[in-house]
């Protein structure tokens, strides 16, 4: 049986030898896809596990600089958010390698991928507050508390432009364009 055609950029995935704006759909089944997605999801787990290595570890050190005894204590606080923002988002990351061993041959990976994907949603949340924060900490601690929050305010705004509203515009242009 051949493929069957479908409106070009139905917002399913194609496959490598068809480019997005292709006619036909991909042919997989339930469990290759769940498979290709949950491939999908490691990659974007190992992006944010080197971030958040580097700049856990980055954080790490601050309290063994000279310096850090010169902290207010607002910004001790700021610090220590910082540090337990950290923490829990490499805790949620390695949530999902915990349900990978724990959903291990129990064919149930459908689960593992929908629980994934909530997880890693929120970890990218405290990703973005976890980055507006250290720097705005780093502003404050450089230039002084206004400057600091300023540069939080303004990294706050562009963090939402390009990870709420131009992936929001380039689906809802995507979209207009399938349905003509």
Do not use: C
Request: proline letters at 4%; glycine letters at 8%.
């Amino acid at each position: 049986m051949g493929r069957r055609a479908v409106p070009a950029d139905n917002g399913k995935d194609h496959t490598p030898a068809e480019p997005a704006g292709s006619t036909v759909e991909r042919r997989e089944t339930a469990l290759e896809r769940t498979d290709r997605n949950w491939n999908d999801l490691l990659q974007e787990l190992r992006v944010l596990q080197t971030g958040i290595q580097i700049l856990t570890g980055f954080l790490l050190t601050l309290p063994f600089q000279p310096r850090f005894q010169e902290l207010t204590p607002v910004q001790v606080l700021v610090y220590l958010s910082l540090v337990l923002m950290s923490v829990l988002i490499t805790a949620l990351l390695m949530a999902t390698v915990v349900m990978h061993r724990t959903f291990f041959q129990q064919r149930i990976k459908s689960e593992l991928v929908r629980s994934s994907d909530v997880l890693l949603r929120i970890t990218i949340v405290l990703v973005g507050l976890i980055l507006v924060g250290t720097l705005g900490l780093i502003f404050d601690l450089v230039l002084g508390s206004g400057v600091g929050l300023i540069a939080a305010g303004t990294f706050t705004i562009v963090l939402v432009l390009l990870w709420a509203v131009l992936p929001r515009h380039i689906r809802t242009r995507a979209l207009r364009r399938r349905n003509g």
